[in-house]
């Protein structure tokens, strides 16, 4: 910073409140609050934990095994989705007629999307309201 260096948190908040247009500062909440979220998932990269924990615990699974994952940011429902759906696909040539049994998917997805918390349970938990939980079984060894 070419003032003076920032010495707290909540030196870092002002400064990133104060460089928002007046208009844009009026809406939503505190706006320091996505610097500070980018700030923590970079710091303990978050995501690469994810991208790397999630290979391992489908390789743990056995058949019948499923693995729940609730993400309550979309960069990490975005990883979890990728993953998921590279193991539910097959990879077996589009051009041959059958599947043959190597190249099937060894994981099947429990549902086609991502589902979300009830009106009931955003009543009783509005914190629930950003969550998406995904999921997916072993099918074959």
């Known amino acids: 910073r070419a003032k003076a260096p920032l010495n707290s948190t909540t030196e870092l908040a002002t400064l990133v409140k104060e460089s928002i247009p007046a208009a844009t500062r009026r809406t939503g909440g505190n706006p320091a609050k996505r610097t500070f979220q980018a700030l923590r998932i970079e710091a303990n990269d ?3 934990a994810i991208t790397r924990a ?9 058949i019948g095994g ?20 590279q193991a539910s696909t ?6 041959l007629p059958v599947e043959l049994p190597e190249y099937a998917a060894k994981f099947s997805l429990v ?15 509005p914190r629930s309201a950003s969550v998406r939980l995904r999921a997916i079984e072993r099918v074959a060894a």
Request: aromatic share 6%.
């Open 46 to 48: 978050e995501l690469g």
């Open 54 to 62: 999630l290979p391992d615990a489908l390789d743990l699974l056995m």
């Open 66 to 85: 499923r693995l729940v994952v609730m993400s309550f940011q979309s960069l990490e429902d975005r990883i979890v989705k990728e993953i998921f759906t």
């Open 90 to 95: 097959s990879k077996s040539p589009r051009n």
């Open 111 to 125: 549902f086609r999307s991502s589902q979300t918390p009830s009106a009931e349970e955003l009543e009783s938990n």
